[in-house]
């Protein structure tokens, strides 16, 4: 089983009524409908206000964590940022999901200011420019979103190690919709759509892709610590 943990925080849900209608359940009530209904996946939700559940322990306990945060990103404890980030570098998937590219966990594996520009109310077709890579399949060429906030270049992030989609706006604008890198002994991929007043995570595209992300971030080989040891060498006859 792959063991996935979502965080949201889960505050537009509950102080914006026309977001609460979208998101009955909040963000992560819908992306665990999706992925739990995956007979390889479980899945566990954390949102701000449990946000103190992220222990060590927790982290242990997850193979990937899926990342969506807005307006309180400053309100997650920095110790739990930097949580995250060592059981990233240590070998725990990362799926930061549309504006977590400005949460504290993204940022600090990033090492970028990850800024973009931005506009509400757009029309997006997300092209599909590696259909080989494990988080492409079942995706076709190309998908359309048909209201979703326009993220553009540039795109304040390191060169991703692939880039797997590239999304277009009716207003003009592209971006590096979809990036994997590779981070310590983890995988992290950074999905954009998914802005919290349009339905884009009940689109079978977006739950495809966000799926596939899930079983290809899940870790091979974790390490139980960081370390930096001393070490003897294997010769015999130095
Ligand atoms: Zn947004």
């Known amino acids: 089983m792959i063991k996935v943990t979502v965080y949201n925080e889960y505050v537009h849900e509950t102080e914006d009524e026309a ?3 979208v998101y009955p359940k909040g963000i992560h009530g819908c992306i665990a409908d ?6 390889d996946i479980t ?12 222990t060590d322990e ?11 945060g807005h307006m309180a990103h400053h309100r997650v404890p920095d110790e739990i940022a930097e949580r995250v980030y060592n059981h990233v570098m240590r070998g725990m998937g990362f799926v930061a999901l549309h504006s977590a590219h400005f949460s504290k966990p993204f940022t600090r594996l ?19 420019i590696m259909p080989s890579h494990p988080i492409a399949q079942g995706i076709g060429h190309y998908f359309e979103i048909p209201e979703e906030e326009m993220y553009g270049e540039r795109f304040d992030i390191p060169t991703p190690d692939e880039l797997i989609f590239l999304g277009w706006f009716k207003g003009g604008e592209v971006f ?4 994997c890198w590779n981070k310590g002994l983890g995988r992290v991929f950074y999905f954009q759509p998914g802005h919290e007043s349009n339905p884009t995570f009940f689109i079978p595209e977006v739950q495809r892709i966000i799926t596939n992300a899930v079983r290809w971030a899940k870790p091979l080989y974790r ?3 960081i370390e930096c040891p001393h070490t ?5 006859n130095l």
């Open 58 to 68: 927790l982290l242990f306990d997850t193979d990937v964590l899926i990342w969506w």
């Open 34 to 39: 999706f992925l739990g209904a995956n007979e």
């Open 110 to 128: 990033m090492g970028t200011t990850c800024s973009l520009c931005w506009r509400e109310g757009d029309r997006e077709r997300v092209w599909n």
């Open 43 to 54: 899945v566990k939700t954390v949102t701000l206000e449990t946000v103190g559940e992220i």
């Open 223 to 225: 390490l139980p610590e």
């Open 19 to 21: 977001v609460a209608a």
């Open 232 to 236: 003897p060498s294997p010769e015999e």
């Open 176 to 179: 590096r919709s979809g990036c």
